[in-house]
């Protein structure tokens, strides 16, 4: 543990080796795909914004590794897109959001540069949760790394004390996505499966989140099999709006983050394989880059 911390504290004080100067893109980081469907919410929102997007499909999945690794991964990612000229980092990952972006907030930021910001996922789903839910009692969809880490009970007890949590973790979800299967009469079992159980925990949830970016890709499917009345929350479109409001609370980071409707695709996999799995998520096809983070 000693080592790994003297490691990350080493990787923390190198300096930034990147564009220079005091604007760049909008980086948007995930482990993997998922990240995908955040970055295009946020570009409806603000087309004119240049981003980097950044996927770390080599050491995908995050969601089965300790806390102590997610927060390298993922503090190794933010430093390279520092590097890139990102003024601002979104991890739009549950998984680095639950487990590195406070620490990274904390420790690092204040190391690397103190006028750059990271963002993540959590916060904004939870603060959106409490203005739609009328019993109080909320539903989880997430993947097992996201439902173990108890990030999002945690933090909604931070805002609304008074709203109940209930949590239901999707292991075969994500597989079935990324592998184009999602479509398919077998991911019918599996996602209407956990949805049953997931109300079965609690039969007054009114509102469900979505707690892992890859899920907007089945959201009709999930919705077919909710009663009539249940709420349910995508992460996208809600992470687009906060990220606009922030930028608009903060003209000075707004003024650093250029605007000329470009976006690059950095990929720590084989580029033929994430830009055919990119096309899943995007509809369409895209040049993607060879990063190596050693």
């Known amino acids: 543990m000693q080592n790994l911390f003297k490691e990350i ?52 999945p995050y969601g089965t590794r300790s806390f102590d690794v997610v927060y390298k991964y993922t503090l190794e990612c933010v430093t390279y897109l520092f590097n890139m000229g990102c003024q601002l980092v979104v991890l739009a990952c549950n998984t680095a959001s639950a487990k590195a972006l406070r ?45 173990q880490s108890n990030s999002y009970p945690l933090e909604i007890q931070k805002i609304y004390n008074d709203i109940f949590v209930s949590s239901e973790a999707c292991t075969m979800w994500v597989p079935l996505i990324e592998n184009n299967e999602h479509n398919s009469e077998g991911a019918d079992y599996f996602i209407q499966k956990n949805v049953q ?14 707690g892992c970016t890859h899920y907007p890709l089945i959201e009709a499917k999930i919705k077919s099999f909710l009663p009539k009345g249940i709420k349910l929350i995508s992460q996208g479109e809600i992470v687009a709006q906060s990220l606009v409001d922030y930028l608009k609370r903060h003209p000075e980071m707004d003024h650093r983050c250029t605007k000329n409707a470009t976006t690059r695709y950095l990929t720590t996999e084989s580029v033929e394989k994430f830009a055919s799995s990119a096309s899943i998520f995007l509809k369409q096809a895209i040049l993607a880059e060879h990063i190596d983070l050693d």
Request: a negative charge.
């Open 9 to 60: 504290e080493e990787k923390s004080l190198i300096p930034l080796r990147g564009l220079g100067g005091f604007t760049g893109p909008i980086g948007i980081f995930d482990s993997g795909y998922g990240g995908l469907t955040i970055l295009e919410k946020i570009r409806t929102e603000m087309p004119d914004n240049d981003f980097i997007y950044l996927g770390d499909n080599a050491r995908t």
């Open 103 to 147: 620490s990274i907030q904390q420790r690092d930021l204040p190391l690397l540069d103190g006028n750059r910001r990271v963002l993540g996922v959590i916060r904004p789903t939870v603060e959106a949760v409490g203005a739609m839910t009328h019993t109080k009692h909320i539903g989880l969809l997430a993947t097992t790394g996201t439902v």
């Open 197 to 210: 159980l997931l109300l079965a925990t609690d039969p007054e949830i009114d509102t469900i989140m979505l």
